[in-house]
């Protein structure tokens, strides 16, 4: 067994990021691009409004004409068609006539102003509609100026971001039927470990459900990738390193779990050598998760993590999920850093950065991080009620309720560029 | 055109819950279960761990054994055997013996603690494998007990919570290859409107695309339902009668949006009569959004959300995302309010409560709302931006920056369970 030297967090993601996967844009109908993430920019392709509009019911007046309307001598003006939303008038209007007008539609290019329903008194003689208004309206009173809300042209919004029903509102909007995103990053899925029973078979004594997989599976699709599951292998050294060959033929990326612990019977590193992949690290200083290994072989990745639930958790959402949003185009690909008042004592000091599960709870905007569960390094139900991670570099010291220290976000859409800075817990 | 008398926000909210729609759970394979809303308590169906098992490499041992050692006068203990994870030791440990044990492996009967491999100094004499052991070992040393995790029977997650990779974990140990969640309520959405052009059409004067309806079928499948698009309607009575009665025919909850404008060619109350459907509503005091229109019919509800794009989107998030995820068995399904300080003053008083599109930004764990573009109603592009609304009390006075108000959150997976209290913006 090789020596294995630790590395800071922060230089082991560095290392990851490096080795970005290569990326690539597909198009998808709108009805399907929700919660993809956009391969180019969206770029206005006319103005909005189109057209100058009325933003009201109304009527669309020749301002000029009511220049000397006053309670006392309202001015009277004929009313000549009206113009729902969707049509069109394109007839003249002279001095004296109005046009009955709905909200959105286009102001008729002789008139310059809106006056709304309920400031007009309307009534009929001989057949023909009448207004009366009893105050003076200027030009552009009540008009929605063509390209007042967005100009033709504009970049309105970066490739990269997650599509959202907002963005889906604007994609419709300038006429994207089809949408161009990012392509899936495909991501495999190997468990290792002769203790790992199916999900379907029934508990055996010294056995365990393979939990791991199903949960990176699950995490792979809430980062953005497609996941595909390879199944468990045993400890059959051929057999395995033939698996992952297999699967490396499918796959952007190939994450296996267990088999990294020193003591194991752990095939990865000797797979990762004859492949002749190229070893990142296989040794990070953090808890947990400390035997996390990551190699790149072309450009292709190749990740080691831990058989340890949370260790293999955290190992994913650290050095997994920014090369899966690297190649969805997205600039702020780590998981969104925010700060939170230590709910705990954290008093034994710990020469490694730790990662404690952490439920955030909101007492009217103020955020408590809050250690959930046992935090036991093998508790699954921990990792249930986590909606972030509690940050406490390495040290010589140990940590107190009420300080205020760095958590990461797990649940958020929004992510951080680079969040490995600064992180020192510290009194307000 | 009768008369509208607006309703308060809460008391709107409060009619729309009061006729909820039915809900139904299915079974999923756990691979495609991830972001649906559990139908069912998770229970343990087992101990965790399901064994008394080693946490580290090490060796199974008789604590009585090392009573007396010392780092003068170690005690030599006999390896007798090898167990890897996953394998069971069935045979008896004497007095003087020891076993090899990986990690996560069961515990032998006759043993009671765990020595770790680098507190053991590991010698073989004669093809025979020996430990010495420098210190004492007590009973239940390094030993993880089954069920210190979680015990056979614990209900360990709620039915109705967004099932995320940690929970996918836990379904995972528990066997669930199948999971019991939520049936996806169906939606249909229909759009009226004649100056709307079909997102595939190019543009022509008076015409804009169609935007609200992608936009709400992405709103309803952000919130959990499944959407169902039933296109555009024009202006023919009869013809968006039997097109409504064709969607009631296939959907739980039927979503209209545009024609709904006092003065508009606006059919849905006329339908709605036609129908025999129980109007909830049809004007509530906010803005935007205040000509939003909710009906009953049996245990289906159809509602007419504004053309506007923003008092749709509102409206939709007011009053639609909680019937959604009240199917989905969710206990909070409004949207999730917090605190946030005010980024900008709102100096004019209005009678109704205010939606204010917004972006939160978070200033190292405290949250600033900046309203999200020009915030016009008709504007899509800071629907785009927006991830919370500002709600702002309708009243005679405005609001200032650094004012401490309410905002819901677009973006966030949990929610409220009544955000409607003591909605009051202050001083911190």
């Given at each position: 067994m090789e020596k294995r030297t630790p590395l800071p967090v922060a230089d082991a993601v560095n290392r990851v990021m490096e080795r970005r996967?290569?990326?690539?844009?597909?198009?998808?109908?709108?009805?399907?691009?929700?919660?993809?993430?956009?391969?180019?920019?969206?770029?206005?392709?006319?103005?909005?409004?189109?057209?100058?509009?009325?933003?009201?019911?109304?009527?669309?007046?020749?301002?000029?004409?009511?220049?000397?309307?006053s309670r006392e001598s309202p001015v009277t003006l004929e009313v000549i068609s009206e113009i729902g939303a969707g049509s069109v008038f394109n007839e003249k209007v002279y001095h004296g006539q109005a046009v009955r007008i709905m909200t959105g539609a286009k102001i008729p290019d002789d008139c310059d102003a809106v006056v709304m329903l309920e400031l007009a008194r309307t009534y009929t003689e001989n057949e023909q509609d009448f207004i009366d208004i009893k105050r003076p309206f200027y030009t552009h009173d009540n008009i929605s100026f063509q390209g007042e809300d967005t100009q033709k042209g504009t970049s309105l919004v970066s490739k990269g971001t997650s599509i959202h029903p907002g963005i889906t509102a604007l994609l419709a909007t300038f006429g994207y039927a089809q949408v161009p995103v990012a392509k899936k990053p495909v991501v495999g899925v190997i468990a290792t470990g002769s203790e790992l029973l199916d999900i379907k078979e029934p508990l055996q004594p010294g056995k365990i459900r393979n939990s791991n997989a199903y949960m990176i599976l699950a995490q792979v699709q809430k980062a953005g990738g497609e996941a595909k599951y390879f199944g468990t292998l045993t400890d059959d050294f051929e057999k395995?390193?033939?698996?992952?060959?297999?699967?490396?033929?499918?796959?952007?990326?190939?994450?296996t779990t267990g088999g990294v612990s020193v003591g194991d019977y752990d095939y990865i590193p000797a797979i990762l050598e004859k492949l002749e992949a190229e070893v990142l690290f296989n040794k990070v200083a953090m808890r947990p998760g400390s035997v996390t290994t990551v190699a790149s072989l072309g450009d292709q990745m190749i990740y080691g993590l831990s058989g340890n639930p949370s260790a293999c958790y955290v190992g994913f959402e650290l050095f997994v999920r920014p090369i899966i949003r690297n190649a969805l185009y997205t600039a702020a690909p780590h998981l969104r850093k925010s700060k939170a008042r230590l709910g705990a004592d954290f008093p034994k000091p710990n020469p490694f950065m730790r990662f404690v599960r952490a439920k955030l709870v909101d007492d009217d905007g103020h955020y408590t991080a809050v250690p959930a569960g046992l935090d036991k390094s093998g508790s699954v139900t921990s990792l249930s009620e986590a909606n972030a991670f509690i940050?406490?570099?390495?040290?010589?010291?140990?940590?107190?309720?009420?300080?205020?220290?760095?958590?990461?976000?797990?649940?958020?859409?929004?992510?951080s560029e680079w969040p490995w800075e600064n992180i020192v817990p510290y009194y307000r």
């Open positions: 996967t290569s990326k690539d844009i597909e198009w998808v109908p709108i009805e399907e691009a929700g919660e993809r993430f956009l391969g180019e920019d969206i770029v206005a392709d006319h103005d909005v409004p189109p057209f100058d509009k009325s933003p009201y019911d109304g009527f669309a007046i020749i301002a000029d004409d009511t220049m000397k309307a395995c390193l033939q698996a992952v060959k297999d699967a490396l033929s499918e796959v952007d990326i190939l994450l940050v406490l570099p390495g040290g010589t010291r140990g940590y107190q309720t009420d300080m205020t220290v760095d958590v990461l976000l797990l649940n958020e859409e929004e992510g």
